[in-house]
């Protein structure tokens, strides 16, 4: 019995050292940023927070106050700026909380954005699973002032948005700290970011009232694929390239295509799962890639009169889905070699890997030879379903 007792005063003693950390902060003692947006002007880094104002979100102030407040100031370094928003925010800033880094397009293409991601990989606060984005056009302070509807934090919108999208638009690629620096310290792959852009009024996008009419002035919506050699920003792809680009990258896990079908009509395909297989071949002493996509999908919408029971039908649409799909990853390959010469794929990479040998003696001209890389691309589709009716009834309308 005295043995037990000694060992509870002994637990109990221990538990009374538990209860915090010699280097707690108290939630009322921070501001916690939900995301973050850097561009440069001049020597001077311009940096804004987007903080959460949490009796809003708790409910407390029924919908009069904003959910989030935007902060921006001014230093020669990121980490200086961010220490600056003491002089004006009542308290420190948190960001081991943050969704999105957002950058401005003039910082990406006049700087570079490695200055700005050292801060972000070195502080201890500073999680590494949000997206970094870019601000097509603008300036990343301009994006993080539009208000948004549905979800009360804009960057939780941003956020949920790319995740939804990249699941099943297949247009888009949601990138994280880490990725994003293991392409750029790649000797055989290269940087692509998602773009954002501003849509509508500007101006009145920052106002309460924007949330409060069914037809909002101004938004914010995920756009083209930005493309990097380096460090820095060089063009953007299209929408029609960027679905390329993930087809070959293997980032499409659904996605909708529309192929032309008995003259004006259309036929819509629902993709289900997709498949990409590169690899690296050797031809005359040179590198040469085979690409192979494999894609399945069921039909989703047709605007004709056909007899989808025929099964030359189905040979006919996978033939047709097969010639789009080499068209769109070509149109996104051809960009990448001939206008930006900039191995975006990773083909470098695959090189690498399957044949060290070659890659050691091309490295050095990598860029020369990627853009007289031969490439081949083999796509084969498979279309499973044609939803609940295998007879459109469009027919029967007289």
Same mark, same amino acid.
């Given at each position: 019995?005295?043995?037990?007792?000694?060992?509870?005063?002994?637990?109990?003693?221990?538990?009374?050292?538990?209860?915090?950390?010699?280097?707690?902060?108290?939630?009322?003692?921070?501001?916690?940023?939900?995301?973050?947006?850097?561009?440069?002007?001049?020597?001077?880094?311009?940096?804004?927070?987007?903080?959460?104002?949490?009796?809003?979100?708790?409910?407390?102030?029924?919908?009069?106050?904003?959910?989030?407040?935007?902060?921006?100031?001014?230093?020669?370094?990121?980490?200086?700026?961010?220490?600056? *928003?003491?002089?004006?925010?009542?308290?420190?800033?948190?960001?081991?909380?943050?969704?999105?880094?957002?950058?401005?397009?003039?910082?990406?293409?006049?700087?570079?954005?490695?200055?700005?991601?050292? *801060?972000?990989?070195?502080?201890?606060?500073?999680?590494?699973?949000?997206?970094?984005?870019?601000?097509?056009?603008?300036?990343?302070?301009?994006?993080?002032?539009?208000?948004?509807?549905?979800?009360?934090?804009?960057?939780?919108?941003?956020?949920?948005?790319?995740?939804?999208?990249?699941?099943?638009?297949?247009?888009?690629?949601?990138?994280?700290?880490?990725?994003?620096?293991?392409?750029?310290?790649?000797?055989?792959?290269?940087?692509?970011?998602?773009?954002?852009?501003?849509?509508?009024?500007?101006?009145?996008?920052?106002?309460?009232?924007?949330?409060?009419?069914?037809?909002?002035?101004?938004?914010?919506?995920?756009?083209?694929?930005?493309?990097?050699?380096?460090?820095?920003?060089?063009?953007?792809?299209?929408?029609?390239?960027?679905?390329?680009?993930?087809?070959?990258?293997?980032?499409?896990?659904?996605?909708?295509?529309?192929?032309?079908?008995?003259?004006?009509?259309?036929?819509?395909?629902?993709?289900?799962?997709?498949?990409?297989?590169?690899?690296?071949?050797?031809?005359?002493?040179?590198?040469?890639?085979?690409?192979?996509?494999?894609?399945?999908?069921?039909?989703?919408?047709?605007?004709?009169?056909?007899?989808?029971?025929?099964?030359?039908?189905?040979?006919?649409?996978?033939?047709?889905?097969?010639?789009?799909?080499?068209?769109?990853?070509?149109?996104?390959?051809?960009?990448?070699?001939?206008?930006?010469?900039?191995?975006?794929?990773?083909?470098?990479?695959?090189?690498?890997?399957?044949?060290?040998?070659?890659?050691?003696?091309?490295?050095?001209?990598?860029?020369?030879?990627?853009?007289?890389?031969?490439?081949?691309?083999?796509?084969?589709?498979?279309?499973?379903?044609?939803?609940?009716?295998?007879?459109? *009834?469009?027919?029967?309308?007289?």
């Amino acid at each position: 019995m005295r043995k037990k007792m000694s060992l509870l005063i002994i637990i109990i003693f221990f538990i009374n050292f538990l209860g915090g950390c010699w280097s707690n902060t108290e939630l009322t003692q921070m501001s916690v940023a939900s995301a973050i947006g850097v561009d440069k002007k001049g020597e001077e880094y311009i940096v804004t927070a987007q903080l959460i104002n949490p009796d809003e979100i708790a409910g407390a102030m029924s919908g009069t106050q904003l959910s989030v407040y935007t902060y921006r100031t001014t230093g020669k370094t990121v980490f200086e700026a961010l220490r600056k *928003f003491t002089l004006e925010v009542p308290r420190k800033i948190y960001l081991g909380h943050i969704r999105l880094l957002l950058l401005g397009e003039e910082l990406a293409r006049e700087d570079g954005i490695a200055e700005t991601l050292d *801060f972000f990989s070195r502080d201890h606060q500073v999680r590494s699973d949000f997206y970094i984005l870019i601000a097509k056009n603008s300036m990343a302070t301009e994006v993080l002032n539009i208000l948004t509807p549905i979800e009360k934090i804009p960057a939780d919108k941003l956020y949920n948005s790319l995740d939804t999208a990249e699941k099943e638009w297949g247009g888009v690629h949601g990138i994280y700290l880490d990725e994003l620096i293991s392409q750029l310290v790649s000797e055989g792959k290269e940087a692509a970011l998602t773009g954002i852009f501003i849509k509508g009024d500007l101006k009145t996008g920052d106002n309460i009232e924007n949330l409060r009419q069914s037809g909002i002035s101004a938004n914010v919506q995920l756009d083209s694929m930005a493309v990097f050699q380096g460090d820095r920003l060089i063009g953007w792809l299209n929408e029609t390239e960027n679905k390329g680009y993930n087809a070959v990258i293997g980032n499409i896990k659904s996605s909708i295509l529309v192929l032309p079908f008995k003259e004006d009509d259309d036929l819509t395909i629902e993709i289900i799962k997709t498949k990409s297989n590169i690899k690296a071949k050797e031809k005359e002493g040179k590198p040469k890639i085979e690409i192979r996509f494999k894609l399945e999908g069921n039909i989703g919408e047709i605007t004709s009169a056909v007899d989808l029971e025929n099964p030359e039908l189905f040979t006919q649409i996978e033939k047709r889905a097969e010639e789009e799909y080499t068209k769109l990853i070509n149109a996104s390959i051809k960009k990448a070699q001939k206008e930006f010469h900039s191995d975006i794929f990773g083909f470098g990479e695959v090189i690498h890997r399957e044949n060290p040998q070659l890659w050691n003696s091309i490295k050095k001209n990598w860029k020369t030879n990627f853009e007289n890389l031969e490439i081949e691309v083999y796509v084969d589709a498979n279309i499973k379903r044609a939803g609940t009716m295998k007879r459109s *009834f469009i027919g029967e309308i007289k």
